[in-house]
């Protein structure tokens, strides 16, 4: 390691040797990583050129977050330090003489790598509580110990623990390093785990991470244990058979060969659906105690040019107790838009082509009391070759220097080599070995103005515009009875944002309507004469002409009669969508953003999300999130689990609102309060905190929460959940490093 030594010392001798009477200042170094160290004694001899030295007598080294009191201390050219026994070390704030906290022995000690205590003596108040004849640790603050106990309903006590560690070489940008993470978990109901990380770093090939977990389960058949006792459980089992031994497997590398080139590889094995839910948290703790999604897998790779890209990918879940699409391969070709021949005709177009392999779930066991099942439903079983391409020209101009004009006409065609028939929801969709065709003729226009006002500080730009779609979709090919098969929005539209045109977008079926909106953006001029955005506010509303003739039954299960038609319109007049898009920013630290669109047919909310944050100081701030969805899934075809006239598989219906803070409340406390209300259901979702308990140089941290009791879209309900959580940590450091949890 190159070392740069910078001396504010007078030299009396050549050998450097400097006395404490002559009051010295301390010697100070800055190495490449720009961490400092100082350090003062009553004699010291120090290298330029290595760095190296001694010093002896009331010897003081602050290597931050530490500081080190020691009569003998000697540095050698690798920045190895070594002190003698007796020698202290802290990382508190207190003046030395009122320190709580203090740790002795014979330590040995490389800046910004480890530290090793010979004989270490722990004391509170100079008194001893613990002694212990060898430690070591990682100065890394990657690296190290992170220990958690707590209690939840779930797992009854718990404690887990990880250690990161390197192994080998360096994880700095472009070199070749080898680490890992290494995990012990043990719940009361549910026995021992253990966990296993390796993350490597390749040079010019890249970084990747392996990761394993494994448990011993003692509770894993808890639900077969509790399949007759519906006032507790009630599970209907909408999930894989579940074993004693359980087990997650992970895999992921990324490498980028050329600055245009990306490879990237993600791949996930379970041995049950229930595995993330039960073991895999990547937060316990507070509204976003999100599991860690280890569902997905794929492999692929991307060139990306200025005007063009395209890649390959080969996707698809590893487990067939999930459902979704496997692309066995598809590969793609994007053109951004570039002008023609240097006309102010601009064009561009998407294709690709693949194997889709669509596939169910496959969930529960072929018992009479487990009933084998699907999800969403057998008919989610096909395959096809689709080839899709989509092209697209604009000519954008200004009519009298005020209203901007942007034409486009478009051209979508999509082959499929199969496919399904109109079926039951309840029975298997049979493949047909059609030829399929799909032509999408687009046409549009987008019109806008832009006027501007000044009123002193203040700016207002107000911009009207609308939209126009009118695009018309032909299918040939299909038998009589077939309908096209549905992989992904290229095929057909699934969410309630996909529905509807607008903003120069692109639709799967035929759509005629218009977009109009206004646009308001409000700027204030600061003091120091930055012009900010205050408020940004858009109203519009979309207007869809064309209706839909549905198949019978069900509403909440019918489907389109001809593919050509879209989703909604079904009453047979015009649809409205009215819809805000708004972000507010008052001052510096706070922000507002919402989004909303209104569903004219069912009046009702369709979508909505809001989300407010704001720092009041540097001590105290808070968020507050509230999302609402009241709409249609779309699917290839409906699940045939429920009849009831909102059927939770079928429909998305969701209403909740989060409110968070954290205060700093004084040196020695701080706190976390959350709560999470479920305003459909009008009952408390969740409820929790956090406390900080902080002395000069440890922090404790305590977590506790309460989940209420909650039936689940299948029908299996879980009891309410208490949950507690506690662990130490370096004031110094933060208590962001010292959870098992998360990476």
Known sequence: MKTRLTFFCA???????????????PLVWTDESKSQLSVRADKLAADRQTGAFAATGNVRIVSWPFELVSDNVT????????????????????????????????????????????????????????????????????????????????????????????????????????????????????????????????GPFGRGKFKVYYALDNDYDRIQRHWTDARRWNYQNWGSTVERDRYALSLGHRWEPTERDVVRLQAAYLSDSYMTEDFLKSRMFGIKNDMTLMNSSEMAWEHIEMLFSFGMSVSGPLNDFYSGVSRL?????????????GLPLNYESSSRIGWLDRQAAKIGSATTALPFRYNPGPW????????????????????????????????????????????????????VDDNVYRSIMEGGVTLAMRGRADFGDWTHTIEPYVDVLVQDASYSGLSEGARPLKFDAYDGSFDWLDQFGGRSRNLP??????????????????????????????????????????TGGDLNKCLPVNPEDPNCGGKGDAVYVPGLRARWMPVKDAQLGACAEWNGESDTIAYAAVSLKHRLNDKFNWEFAYSRRDNRWW????????????DRFNWTKLSYAQ??????????????????????????????????????????????????GYTRVDGSKYLADN????????????PALATPLGE
């Open 11 to 25: 030299l009396l001798a050549p050998a450097l040797a400097v006395r404490a009477a002559e009051a010295p200042e």
């Open 75 to 202: 540095r050698d050219e690798k920045g190895e330090l070594v002190f003698s026994d007796p020698s202290s070390i802290t990382s508190c704030t207190n003046d030395w003489a009122h320190l709580h906290w203090r740790a002795y022995g014979e330590f040995k000690y490389a800046t910004d790598d480890y530290i090793l205590i010979r004989n270490l003596k722990v004391r509170l108040f100079d008194v001893p509580v613990f002694w212990m004849p060898f430690w070591y640790y990682p100065l890394n603050t990657d690296y190290g110990w992170r220990i958690m106990p707590g209690y939840t309903s779930r797992w009854g006590a718990y404690v887990m623990t990880k250690y990161v560690y390197k192994l080998a070489g360096s994880f700095a940008e472009g070199a070749w390093g080898l680490g890992g993470n290494t995990r012990f978990d043990l719940r009361k109901w549910n026995g021992v785990a253990l966990g296993q990380t390796l993350d490597w770093r390749l």
């Open 329 to 341: 391969p598809e590969v793609y070709f994007d053109m951004n838009p570039t002008s023609v021949f």
């Open 380 to 431: 989610a079983d096909y395959q096809a070759l689709r080839a899709d391409t989509y092209h697209r020209l604009t000519l954008p101009f200004k009519v009298g220097g005020l209203v901007s004009v942007v034409p486009r006409v478009a051209y979508r065609g999509t082959f499929w080599n199969a496919s399904g028939m109109y079926c039951s929801p309840g029975l298997r969709t049979p493949r």
């Open 509 to 550: 079926y035929s759509w005629y309507g218009v977009t109009p909106g206004v646009r308001n953006a409000f700027y204030r001029r600061d003091e120091d004469g930055y012009r900010r955005p205050v408020l940004d506010l858009d109203l519009y509303c979309r207007i869809q002409f064309n209706d839909t003739d549905w």
């Open 635 to 646: 699917d290839y075809s409906a699940s045939a689990t429920g009849g009831t006239l909102e």
């Open 659 to 708: 409110l968070s803070l954290e205060h700093d409340v004084c040196d020695l406390f701080a706190w976390g309060p959350y709560i999470s209300y479920d305003c459909d259901l009008k009952e408390l979702d969740r409820i929790g905190t956090w406390f900080d308990l902080r002395t000069d140089c440890l922090g404790f941290r305590i977590y506790a929460e309460h989940q209420t």
């Open 723 to 734: 949950r507690f959580g506690f662990f130490i940590y370096l004031r110094a450091l933060g």
